[in-house]
């Protein structure tokens, strides 16, 4: 009887600036994952693997037991929509990786997101797949994406109704959110009373 490794879906929120791809960077690709898709819109992950621009070139790279590849996506909206689409099957067909995609609200919408992508975050569970996703704004991003999070970690924010859609999300006072400066985060894990707090770190500058 085949076993199915826990869900790992990090919702990683906040302005920009707050430090949402440094995180990503630091922490939660630290170690280089054996399997990446990265969905680059912002051309930040260059250094993370084989830039495509191309879903054929995706799915020729990903066909080995080990790969990193960084598609970074058109700037027209309709083209890049089907783009995600595509990238989203990908990811579902291959299984075991970790998946990272920035700036969630340009692919996805509060009611609607690509069947694959709904089927990776609603399910809870699929082929050890590890999902991170970053947006500014949690109100832009679908909903089962952020009801589902393993992990839901949240920096500064730009606006009033953010802070009460994650301080809802968080269970903890708008007040807490409302101080969060720069680099700094409050997060939840799944299944874990509190919350945590703290500063990311980036090498060399000292802070903790």
Request: proline residues 3%; charged residues 25%.
């Amino acid at each position: 009887m085949s076993t199915l490794k826990p869900a790992r879906i990090e919702a990683i929120i906040g302005a920009s600036g707050s430090g949402k791809s440094a995180y990503v960077k630091l922490l939660a690709l630290k170690r280089r994952p054996a399997r990446l898709m990265v969905w680059d819109f912002k051309r930040e992950y260059a250094d993370f693997g084989t830039v495509v621009g191309d879903l054929s070139q995706a799915v020729e790279l990903t066909e080995g037991r080990r790969f990193s590849i960084v598609m970074q996506p058109s700037v027209n909206e309709g083209i890049r929509t089907w783009q995600f689409d595509l990238f989203c099957r990908l990811a579902y067909a291959r299984g075991d990786l970790c998946m990272v995609v920035e700036e969630l609200a340009f692919v996805t919408r509060p009611s609607w997101a690509p069947d694959a992508w709904r089927m990776m975050t609603c399910t809870g569970r699929h082929g050890g797949v590890h999902i991170i996703g970053t947006s500014q704004r949690p109100a832009q991003v679908d909903k089962d994406f952020l009801g589902n999070a393993t992990l839901i970690r949240c920096g500064r924010l730009g606006h009033r109704a953010d802070v009460k859609v994650m301080a809802d999300l968080l269970f903890c006072d708008q007040r807490a959110l409302i101080g969060l400066g720069d680099l700094e985060f409050i997060q939840r894990r799944a299944g874990e009373k509190n919350n945590s707090a703290g500063r990311l770190k980036l090498p060399g500058n000292g802070n903790a």
